[in-house]
């Protein structure tokens, strides 16, 4: 058979649940890692190894106090969520409107739901500016209110 031909049978659409079980897979994963971080608390010491950039350099990295910043998170208290790294907190709204974007896609039936978000390069590049330059700022004396 050929594409136009009346005797093609259009793709079947999976069902609901097979088209949600990636997206609700997802978000059941990363609903048990912030329960986990949010009962075992990141403050205190022996939970969670140090971070190997800033044990071996003492520079901060992008990703330093991000458990302690979702253990705030966890608890409400988005003030030192934000005060552990801001640009984690950030991360999480992006993470739940990609994730709402997936779900409501997965929900419609749209072909190629499965993480076809298409970013552009100069949307990469411009993450990366951003996550080097907080690097940076959260490392300098002046910039000392990004440090965890």
Do not use: K, Q
């Not at 329960?35 to 190894?49: F, L, R, S």
């Not at 971070?51 to 030192?80: E, M």
């Amino acid at each position: 058979m050929r594409p136009g031909d009346p005797r093609t049978l259009p793709a079947a659409t999976p069902p609901l649940w097979r088209r949600l079980a990636a997206p609700l897979g997802t978000i059941a994963a990363v609903g048990a890692a912030f329960a986990y971080v949010g009962t075992v608390d990141p403050n205190e010491p022996g939970h969670y190894p140090t971070c190997p950039l800033l044990r071996l350099t003492g520079i901060y990295c992008p990703g330093c106090g991000g458990l302690r910043s979702a253990h705030a998170f966890v608890h409400g208290d988005l003030g030192a969520a934000f005060g552990a790294n801001a640009l984690a907190v950030v991360g999480y709204g992006v993470f739940l409107a990609l994730w709402v974007l997936w779900t409501v896609r997965a929900v419609r039936g749209v072909p190629g739901a499965t993480w076809r978000i298409a970013v552009r390069p100069f949307w990469w590049w411009v993450t990366g500016a951003v996550v080097l330059v907080f690097s940076v700022l959260r490392n300098l004396p002046f910039g000392s209110a990004l440090a965890p």
